[in-house]
């Protein structure tokens, strides 16, 4: 994690966002990319988490086994879902995972998560998951307490309106003794995502249009945060490739993200972005 204290930034990595959709639909056809990153300077690969997405899209690839291949692949690049929908995700299996993957890369993983979407491929509705915003949010909000139990190394006691954990002690622990990274996503401007990413380690603004709405969002988490001093946190700014990332890094983004379009993808065009390099910090 990129350190800020008092709304500034130290610096500013660069990380690819992956749609993992029909050319990059092959975990080992994204590894490789992951690995041409890295050798070309790149802080991160984090990935899209979804089940399936609106036509013209047909091939869909799975976050976790590609998160795995990314992490045999590379030494030094964080990596992790950015964002997986903890709601449609039982959280005792999630904090199985996690530890592996943290584990897996030496303590190179970031958990992004968020409230997760319907629109773009009915992928809540058409499997039966919860409709409502309101309920995942706070399904949301339980399984980020049972992760956090669960990470500490200590015994699970939760019961809670969606979950349950009686007694269950995860181990081994993460690799990291803080544990690991949490970025909370939403759209950009809206409060209770920015307060749930207020106390966690980071926040991923989606839909992000200008530097005016980061700023916005860094004063507001910082105030909510006042408590933390210079605990390390990042803000991340995803944007179309062709968007100077500078502007946004002045209003606070400690990442930035080149973001694709799936109806677009191909694996050329991801190539070419790794090859054009990381910001400038």
């Known amino acids: 994690m990129v350190a800020k204290a008092e709304g500034k930034v130290s610096g500013l990595r660069s990380g690819l966002w992956l749609p993992l959709f029909d050319e990059l639909a092959d975990p080992a056809v994204v590894a490789r990319l992951a690995a041409e990153a890295e050798d070309a300077g790149w802080h991160g690969v984090f990935v899209w ?15 976790w086994i590609t998160l795995t291949a990314i992490s045999i692949a590379t030494e030094a690049i964080c ?9 449609r995700r039982r959280p005792a299996k999630v904090a199985r995972e996690t530890v592996t993957l943290d584990r897996l890369s030496h303590g190179r993983f970031v958990l992004g998560v968020g409230l997760g979407d319907d629109r773009f491929g009915s992928e809540l509705s058409s499997t039966g998951e919860e409709p409502s915003d309101r309920l995942r949010a706070r399904m949301l909000d339980e399984s980020l307490d049972i992760l956090a139990a669960a990470w500490s190394g200590n015994p699970v006691r939760y019961s809670g309106e969606h979950y349950t954990v009686d007694d269950f002690e995860f181990q081994p622990p993460p690799y990291r003794r803080e544990g690991i990274p949490v970025w909370v996503g939403g759209l950009a401007g809206r409060t209770k995502p920015q307060q749930r990413a207020a106390r966690h380690d980071g926040y991923v603004p989606v839909n992000l249009m200008h530097p005016d709405q980061l700023a916005e969002a860094v004063v507001a988490i910082d105030d909510a945060r006042s408590h933390a001093g210079t605990t390390p946190y990042d803000i991340v700014a995803a944007l179309p490739p062709e968007t100077d990332p500078q502007p946004f890094a002045k209003a606070g983004a400690t990442w930035w993200l080149p973001e694709f379009d799936p109806e677009t993808l191909t694996l050329d065009l991801v190539r070419g972005v790794i090859r054009g390099g990381p910001a400038s910090p």
């Open 79 to 87: 990596l992790g879902p950015m964002i997986t929908p903890l709601a």
């Open 49 to 63: 988490d979804h089940l399936r997405w609106a036509g013209p899209v047909r091939y869909v690839a799975d976050p």
